[in-house]
């Protein structure tokens, strides 16, 4: 079958580093996303990754070994608003998005 | 543009009602997209259309019907609601492409009682 496997829940400190891990086991790969979920809204794009290596963009980069089956996503001097759950994606081989359950991030000051 | 918009926020149902969800998107998307999120667990897809006409069952289609008449418009209807139905809806859109980035809507929270 088709998985994902990320963190359930993950505590950082404000103005910290926080690495989200997630790997996947699907039939075929496509690329991977990421995309952030405030608490009662809609999922909001963050990055995507199809070739190995790293990503960066802002205060965030995001991961990729397609050999590993495994992606993370960087977050780089923490703010409070960053709280929010992390949501991992996969296309698969039929150019369909597997989700995983989402890493909520909590960040205290 | 106001981007992808869902109608209604909010709706409570009885066991055997029906009823439509509204998705709409001023992108000019050809791809949309129906998922349920289910409390701590993963968007699941329900059914998806790469362009007005057509039309796809996604992960978890059963009692769940779509229609894309239009490129704007990607109604999804419940037949016969059950309670293992009540969660959040999301519809989404993207451009031609697969690995294009989805936009989604702010979710319909939909209970079933």
């Known amino acids: 079958g088709q998985n994902i496997d990320q963190p359930t829940e993950m505590t950082a400190t404000e103005g910290a580093i926080v690495q989200i891990n997630c790997t996947y086991q699907?039939?075929?790969?496509?690329?991977l996303f990421w995309y952030q979920q405030h608490a009662g809204e809609a999922p909001t794009f963050l990055s995507y990754n199809v070739l190995d290596g790293l990503e960066e963009k802002g205060r965030f980069s995001s991961f990729l070994s397609r050999s590993k089956g495994y992606s993370y996503l960087l977050l780089k001097e923490l703010q409070m608003k960053d709280s929010a759950s992390y949501l991992c994606a996969v296309l698969d081989s039929n150019y369909q998005l597997i989700w995983g359950a989402g890493t909520k991030l909590i960040i205290k000051p | 543009n106001a981007g992808v918009t869902q109608t209604p926020k909010f709706r409570i149902l009885k066991i055997g009602q029906s009823m439509t969800l509204q998705c709409a998107q001023d992108?000019?998307?050809?791809?949309m997209y129906w998922y349920r999120q289910d409390p701590g667990m993963g968007l699941k897809l329900i059914y998806y259309?790469?362009?007005?006409?057509?039309?796809d069952k996604g992960e978890v289609p059963n009692g769940y019907n779509v229609s894309r008449s239009t490129t704007e418009d990607f109604p999804l209807r419940l037949e016969l609601a059950a309670p293992s139905q009540t969660s959040v809806y999301f519809c989404?859109?993207?451009?031609?492409?697969?690995?294009?980035?989805?936009?989604f809507g702010p979710g319909t929270r939909l209970t079933v009682l």
């Open positions: 699907t039939s075929g790969f496509n690329g």
């Open positions: 259309s790469v362009g007005a006409g057509i039309t």
């Open positions: 992108m000019n998307h050809n791809y």
């Open positions: 989404a859109s993207s451009s031609a492409g697969e690995s294009n980035e989805q936009f």
